[in-house]
């Protein structure tokens, strides 16, 4: 899947910016002040499943997180350097349905959205 069109939803969101993490080379996309997304290429020394993967890192239902993984295994991985109870990384050389992964997208805005203070959502949504 071409990242171009994935980078294209996740900046279309309402609120949502993104900057990149010069320390860590990583592609990071927030809205309200808090992450909701980040693209990277895990270090080929990183530990395994993940060296060398060029991923999507996502917020997510913890239920969907085992369904997913279930589903597609060694696509859908724990979220790489955060909380694989609440997080995802996806493999972007997999073979995912660019449909599972917009929606995947959405899911991690409108989660992490849901959780920002009501004055930070008004003020998003008023933007």
Request: hydrophobic letters at 40%; glycine letters at 8%; aromatic letters at 10%.
């Amino acid at each position: 899947m071409d990242f171009s069109c994935i980078d294209a939803r996740l900046i279309s969101l309402p609120g949502a910016t993104k900057a990149l993490h010069e320390k860590w080379g990583w592609m990071v996309y927030w809205v309200g002040g808090r992450q909701f997304a980040c693209e990277l290429t895990a270090s080929p020394d990183a530990k395994p499943p993940y060296e060398g993967r060029h991923l999507l890192s996502l917020k997510c239902d913890p239920d969907r997180i085992m369904e997913l993984r279930a589903e597609h295994p060694g696509a859908v991985l724990p979220g790489y350097y955060s909380d694989g109870r609440t997080w995802v990384s996806i493999d972007l050389d997999a073979d995912l349905s660019e449909d599972l992964v917009l929606g995947l997208c959405d899911m991690s805005y409108e989660l992490v959205f849901s959780k920002l203070p009501k004055r930070v959502q008004r003020e998003v949504s008023a933007e």
